[in-house]
């Protein structure tokens, strides 16, 4: 009996228990999906591109975040996982992603609060920063400096993938969306409306931020030169490339580090 006791709470200790997905109305009514896990000080999690608040389980840094005691906030932004996905125009125009992330905060009625963005969540999470002023610490992963041009070709390319002109260098993205059921319109609607914060504007930023990315990613420019940008901010070049350093060990030790 002992013995089947012991394997029973082996088995258990294996399993990956699902935190329970919760829902608000955000400010034009849109159903925005969340989690919300833990007691502590409330560190907000944002996902990147044709990815949802899925792509944070199981990694390093959300364990390690947990542990430490943290309250962790992880949305899926509108048009991704559980969220609404409208098809107009409007519901993307005018920082609309962001305007979601802020509100969330007021509907769990928090009044101060750190954020990591990855990849396309950093591109929300720079504009954030420069209307939230709640927001007191800030990581901007797997994301460089070109974000900031209004032209931005690599957004362009991919908001014209989404709309039906496929590229060599997009056919993979475009693929992939469609092997997990992603919302190609909402794909397209969110390229095409992304937030641009221009370098001015990252000069106001007075919240204390740390820019983090792979040693093997360069694929939204240089790291270094967004640090650059960035009054209060440090900068950590880690292993990996742009799909897995997220995930990595040392990416959560230097978040934790740095909070």
């Known amino acids: 009996m002992k013995s089947l006791i012991i394997a029973v709470a082996l088995l258990l200790s294996c399993v990956s228990v699902q935190a329970q997905t919760k829902y608000f109305n955000s400010f034009d009514d849109t159903k925005i999906a969340f989690t919300d896990e833990g007691d502590g000080k409330p560190i907000l999690l944002i996902h ?3 990815n949802t608040r899925k792509s944070w389980e199981n990694t390093a840094l959300k ?24 098809h107009d125009d409007e519901a ?37 920063l420069t209307k939230d ?15 900031t041009n209004r032209n931005w070709k690599r957004r362009i ?16 993205a ?7 059921n992603a919302d190609l319109k909402s794909l397209y609607l969110q ?23 792979g040693d093997k990613d360069n694929d939204n420019g240089s790291p270094q030169a967004l640090q650059a940008a960035i009054g209060k901010s440090k900068l950590k070049i880690v292993s990996g ?12 030790k230097a978040i934790c580090a740095f909070l």
Do not use: C
Request: charge should be positive; aromatic fraction near 10%; proline fraction near 1%.
């Open 241 to 252: 490339n742009h799909n897995e350093t997220y995930k990595t060990a040392e990416f959560s």
């Open 48 to 50: 990147g591109f044709i």
């Open 191 to 213: 390229q095409k409306h992304q937030s641009v914060t221009t370098k001015k504007q990252l000069q106001y930023i007075k919240a204390k931020v740390l820019v983090i990315a």
């Open 133 to 147: 002023k709640r927001l007191k610490k800030a990581v901007l992963g797997g994301m460089g400096i070109d974000f």
């Open 63 to 86: 364990k390690d975040l947990i542990a430490k005691g943290f309250r962790v906030i992880i949305p899926d932004l509108r048009g991704n996982g559980d969220s609404d996905k409208p």
């Open 92 to 128: 993307y125009a005018h920082d609309a992603e962001v305007m979601d992330l802020m509100f969330l905060m007021a509907e769990l009625k928090i009044s101060k609060y750190w954020a990591v963005g990855y990849s396309r969540g950093s591109i929300l999470l720079a504009k954030l």
């Open 174 to 180: 475009v693929a992939y969306a469609k092997s997990i």
């Open 157 to 172: 390319m991919f908001r014209d993938a989404f709309n039906g002109k496929i590229t060599a260098e997009t056919e993979g």
